[in-house]
């Protein structure tokens, strides 16, 4: 396939993911300008491993394996300093805008208090996938994904309902 | 349970029909960053270039000497050894390219890319300590060859026996402590990262 049509095919199928993808970077960044070098770096990993893509695995399966290892291994800019309390206002305004409702606020909020491969199995829970997909996905037991679902529904049900 | 089913779901349609401000672009080409395993790939290419560097450096010499016969075989066996050191350190780091970030499951990827920078840093750091104290005997031998012109006209000199035998047991092992001092500043914390992540996903959470 010549390289624009890949491209183009390529974008035509990041935006049909934007809205997970765009949920993963809220799940691993704690602000707009990490979620957006986040998202970038998903792009990024995405775009080279591409080739790569057989199509054994939906597209949408495959970014979000890249999405999450990307995700996991994320790290912030450390040169990223909070100059002043205006800053984090507007922080504060973006993240309002940045959910609809209260609930989905909570809800990430709640996720984001988990650990970060504990966000991976549940953001994959949420997503629909089976126990099975999920440990096959993080690389352990279905056993073991089944007891960790069940043990971070409790948490997040126990979070949400603290609110 | 039912209502976070719902409520991601609905981020979702949200996020679909919104892009996060800032995020526009999409072109993959235009999007450059760090990203943990990049930097880590990044720093393990750095010690391939600075290989490269001390490559360049032995040429120079071979150069400088050309008429020297001698001196040539003593630069070139030296060169050797860093053309080893290039063979192994780029046979690793091929092999992490190849290891595809994103074909295995998560946690075999990052096991995989974690033992195989440990492979590299152990490797570097034995021929390390192999190769400073060989470059202070090359050193030494290279001046006797220059001043008396061949290896069967040398006289050692007892002057530079004692500075080269001070060196051995002062600044040699004082490098080699600093080859790995500044291996552990440059890939402790990355490694660390990667290490945590394997290990929350190796937690039996029975």
């Excluded at chain 1, 809220?26 to 990993?45: F, H, K, T, V, W």
């Excluded at chain 2, 679909?16 to 800032?22: Q, V």
Aim: charged share 25%.
């Amino acid at each position: 396939m010549p390289e624009k049509a890949q491209k183009d095919l390529f974008i035509e199928k990041i935006r049909e993911s934007a809205g997970y993808l765009h949920k993963v970077t809220a799940l691993y960044a704690d602000c707009r300008q990490d979620r957006e070098d986040l998202y970038q770096e998903i792009i990024y990993q995405a775009w080279k491993s591409f080739p790569a893509f057989r199509h054994e695995a939906t597209f949408s399966t495959w970014i979000y394996r890249v999405a999450l290892n990307t995700a996991l291994v994320f790290r912030k800019k450390e040169n990223r300093h909070r100059t002043n309390s205006l800053d984090e206002i507007q922080d504060q305004a973006e993240e309002n805008a940045f959910f609809i409702s209260q609930e989905q606020k909570a809800l990430m909020a709640a996720i984001k208090s988990l650990e970060k491969v504990d966000r991976l199995i549940i953001s994959l829970h949420l997503e629909g996938y089976q126990n099975n997909e999920i440990a096959k996905f993080a690389g352990i037991s279905k056993e073991n994904a089944a007891v960790k679902i069940h043990r971070i529904k409790k948490v997040l049900t126990k979070k949400l309902k603290e609110e | 349970m039912e209502n976070l089913f719902d409520s991601w779901k609905s981020l979702d349609e949200k996020l679909s029909r919104e892009n996060m401000p800032g995020s526009e672009s999409l072109d993959p080409e235009k999007i450059q960053s760090g990203l943990l395993l990049n930097r880590l790939s990044q720093k393990l290419k750095l010690g391939i270039y600075w290989t490269l560097f001390f490559m360049a450096g032995l040429l120079f010499v071979a150069a400088y000497n050309l008429k020297n016969f001698q001196i040539l075989i003593m630069v070139g066996v030296y060169f050797l050894i860093f053309l080893w050191n290039l063979a192994l350190t780029g046979k690793y780091y091929r092999k992490i390219k190849r290891n595809h970030l994103f074909v295995k499951d998560t946690k075999t990827m990052l096991e995989n890319y974690y033992q195989r920078v440990l492979d590299i840093l152990l490797f570097e750091r034995i021929w390390g300590q192999f190769v400073i104290p060989m470059g202070l005997v090359a050193g030494v031998i290279y001046h006797h060859l220059k001043k008396f012109g061949s290896f069967d006209l040398i006289v050692i000199e007892p002057i530079t026996l004692i500075g080269a035998g001070i060196l051995m047991v002062t600044i040699v092992p004082l490098v080699i402590l600093w080859v790995g001092w500044s291996q552990k500043i440059a890939f402790k914390e990355d490694l660390e990262a990667l290490r945590k992540e394997i290990n929350s996903l190796s937690k039996n959470s029975r």
